[in-house]
């Protein structure tokens, strides 16, 4: 079983920053892939950026130049840069394991003036 739990999430202007955390816990075997979905008011939940593995990252067309998916052991973290109002959401955590897939509770991000 793999636990996740997620900080970082708050209100910032348009245009400012803010870095996501994830730390995973518990008994797991090999991790596929770390990953960051959102979910906006009234939308379905969208995937955002992964890291896998060897450290190769993706990222969604969306965030691409502004967001930077990053690992460190059993944490993933995700530097959100140049904020638009459209970022804003609930942002979750996923792990993608032997054993099957993980969330975290989420964390929201506003950006607003």
């Known amino acids: 079983q793999v636990q996740l739990v997620e900080s970082g999430g708050g209100l910032v202007q348009p245009g400012g920053s803010l870095r996501l955390s994830c730390a995973a816990s518990g008994s797991f075997f090999s991790i596929y892939s770390m990953n960051w979905y959102r979910q906006a008011p009234g939308k379905e939940r969208a995937w955002v950026a992964a890291?896998?593995?060897?450290?190769t990252t993706n990222y969604a067309d969306s965030v691409k130049g502004r967001f930077t998916i990053s690992r460190d052991k059993n944490t993933v973290y995700l530097q959100m840069n140049s904020l638009k109002p459209d970022d804003t959401a609930v942002y979750y955590c996923?792990?993608?394991?032997?054993?099957?897939?993980?969330w975290g509770q989420g964390t929201q991000v506003t950006v607003s003036s």
């Open positions: 890291i896998f593995s060897g450290n």
């Open positions: 996923n792990v993608d394991e032997t054993s099957g897939q993980y």
